[in-house]
């Protein structure tokens, strides 16, 4: 595969969103500037969601309007509801990200919403936000599985992504809400979904929980997917989700893809510095594997007594 691959960061979102502390909109800004600057396709900067349902993203408007916008990086945000739509549209943002569910359970347990409703509220988002220019993605919630429910039936997502596009909806995520899937599936449904709407932009998301988060992402690349949404240091995990921890780890995903001698526009030193900056950040360790281990060409001297053998 000799085309370029999209990585998108949602760190300062999914990511921010559930730690035990609020990180302070200087230090939430200087980080997506920094991020800005590693060569990352996409940035999922906040949320613009009320305050009270999640106090950590509550400077929505102070850190969209106080980053240093890159060209050629997207800055997309994810909206609720109109009213976080209106707020969204106000800061100029690039994207509107959709959240919906493919369970009802999981729906009403996330969103307070079932899929029904969250296709009826979604129509007025898009309304709204219509003439504005900015691009329309939904993401999918448990595509591969519910942590209520158990399997979510292919049909469904199928069904779920058509009246999406049909809508108006440009872009699809397609969600591992909680690191139940497995590379067969995640081929199988991805390629169904490239082959269906080749006009959609889709993208894979994955969560780790299961420890099978980079395996998922390869097979979705195998399927012909190109767009990878990942977080910074493996951050994230849905609140609603019982299980559920974080994303991919985005330099670990670069790591993969690079070593595959795949072109993913990513400075990974830049990355892997950006990543080194988290833990005193957020009061604690990280889960990324390349940041405590190092690149896989990193090379350690041999033992005393071999350079003492001559050896």
Known sequence: MSKRLYIQDVA?????QIEASFV???DKIALIDRLSHTGLAKIEVTSFTSPKAIPNLRDAEEVMRGIQRVA??????LVPNVKGCERAL?????????????SDTHGLANLRMTPEQSLAQFAEIIEVSRGSGVFINASLSTTFGCPFEGEVSEARVYELTQ???AIGVQGVTLCDTTGMADPAQVERICREALQRWPEAVFTAHFHNTR???LANALAALNAGIDRFDASLGGLGGCPYAPGASGNICTEDLVHMFQRMGLDTGVNLDALLEAAATLPELIGHDVPGAILKAGKSDRRYPKPKWMQEAGL
């Open 12 to 16: 300062t979102r999914d990511g921010f």
């Open 211 to 213: 420890g099978m988060g």
């Open 72 to 77: 050629g990086v997207e800055y997309t945000v």
């Open 163 to 165: 009246r999406l596009l």
């Open 24 to 26: 302070p909109t200087e």
């Open 90 to 102: 106000s800061c100029e943002v690039d994207e509107i990200n959709l959240v919906m569910s493919a």
